[in-house]
Nanobody, 125 residues
Framework: QVQLVESGGGLVQPGGSLRLSCVAS????????IAWFRQAPGKEREGVSC????????YYADSVKGRFTISRDNAKNTVYLQMNRLKPEDTAVYYC??????????????????WGQGTQVTVSS
């Protein structure tokens, strides 16, 4: 089956860490830029971070800069999102997706190809 599958979400206390994984099956991930998006209840979906396919340039939302790190392991067909110093406002469903990157602006857009089913991240004491 051709899909992206996220994992690694869960319940964590404020200040804690989680590492999300986005694994591609049925296709090769290395030709795609990949982004993580999140959506909290009652809020619009927002882009969290993105990594390019070519030189692995990374992009981050201001709200997560310095706390989150995106990386990729093409040999494992996987993209990761390491999330440190988590805050309650990071609570959301996190999705990974294939994107196109506007390198001049740093904006990225879903290509319409692959979008994962999401993994829940809850930050609460």
């Amino acid at each position: 089956q051709v899909q992206l599958v996220e994992s690694g979400g869960g319940l964590v206390q404020p200040g804690g860490s989680l590492r999300l994984s986005c694994v591609a099956s049925g296709f090769t991930l290395d030709v795609y830029a990949i982004a993580w998006f999140r959506q909290a209840p009652g809020k619009e979906r927002e882009g969290v971070s993105c990594i390019s396919s070519s030189d692995e340039t990374t992009y981050y939302a201001d709200s997560v800069k310095g706390r989150f790190t995106i990386s990729r392991d093409n040999a494992k067909n996987t993209v990761y999102l390491q999330m440190n110093r988590l805050k309650p406002e990071d609570t959301a469903v996190y999705y990974c997706a294939t994107v196109m990157v506007d390198e001049l602006s740093g904006n990225y857009y879903y290509t319409g190809d692959y979008w994962g089913q999401g993994t829940q991240v809850t930050v609460s004491s």
